[in-house]
């Protein structure tokens, strides 16, 4: 079945400096990657829908500028989390559609993002 | 938009049955989705269901869909101590293109 590799699994940065988490499909192609956060004990909430070689669409809510996201090729994704903050402290999950199966999200393994 | 909403806890012994509940709100939604997660780590795709079917059966897992009420729901036959985790019911929206997703029913087995 499709792939998707999320790395890294965990970093812990200092406040003020800039994260990136890379998403890649392995075995697929897609044109559409998703970007989640899940606070603890919550729900996956939707951040923004990433678009191959087109701007991403934020939720509402969701600062453009603080979480950059660049899907520059056709298997990579990446959400920057820029001059990170305590409060950006969360586990993030990016998502990719595998347009081989009409039914198909499949899911990476998470980062956990801890900001001191 | 779509709006998911499952219990929030279950616990059941072990070899016991589990049923864990769903509602959602938009019935544009073409697939309805069953996605376990651990502790620490992403979403597995346990199980989904075409929107025009009522029951599906996965081994152990038995979803049935409920169209007119928009209710879902997940049994697992024989819970183990590894079923143990969170279960997310999920939707589409958008006519197929975001997931959106329940608030998880934490599922305890005891032995």
């Known amino acids: 079945g499709a792939v998707v590799s999320q790395h890294p699994s965990r970093v812990i940065c200092k406040s003020g400096t800039s994260v990136k988490i890379e998403c890649r499909s392995l075995?697929?192609?897609?044109?559409?990657m998703f970007w989640y956060r899940q606070f603890p004990k919550q729900s996956l909430m939707l951040m923004a829908t990433?678009?191959?070689?087109?701007?991403?669409?934020?939720e509402q809510g969701v600062e453009k500028d603080k979480f950059l996201i660049n899907h520059a090729s056709l298997t990579l994704s990446t959400l920057t989390v820029t001059s990170a903050h305590p409060e950006d402290s969360s586990f993030y999950i990016c998502?990719?559609?595998?347009?081989?199966?009409?039914?198909?999200?499949?899911f990476g393994s998470g980062t956990r993002l801890t900001v001191v | 938009g779509e709006d998911v909403e499952q219990s929030l806890f279950l616990s059941v012994r072990e070899g016991d049955s589990s049923v864990i509940n769903c509602t959602y709100t938009?019935?544009?939604?073409?697939?309805l989705y069953w996605y376990k997660q651990e502790p620490g780590a992403g979403l597995q795709l346990l199980t989904y269901?075409?929107?025009?079917?009522d029951m599906k059966q996965d081994q152990r897992l038995t979803v049935l869909l409920n169209k007119k009420d928009k209710h879902l729901s997940l049994r697992i036959a024989d819970t183990q101590t590894g079923d143990s985790a969170i279960y997310f019911c999920?939707?589409?929206?958008?006519?197929?293109?975001?997931?959106?997703f329940g608030a998880g029913t934490i599922l305890r087995v005891k032995s």
């Open positions: 990433s678009n191959e070689g087109s701007k991403a669409t934020y």
């Open positions: 999920a939707g589409t929206m958008e006519y197929g293109n975001k997931l959106v």
């Open positions: 938009d019935s544009s939604s073409t697939y």
């Open positions: 075995d697929f192609q897609a044109t559409t």
């Open positions: 269901i075409f929107s025009n079917m």
């Open positions: 998502s990719a559609r595998d347009h081989r199966e009409t039914y198909g999200y499949t």
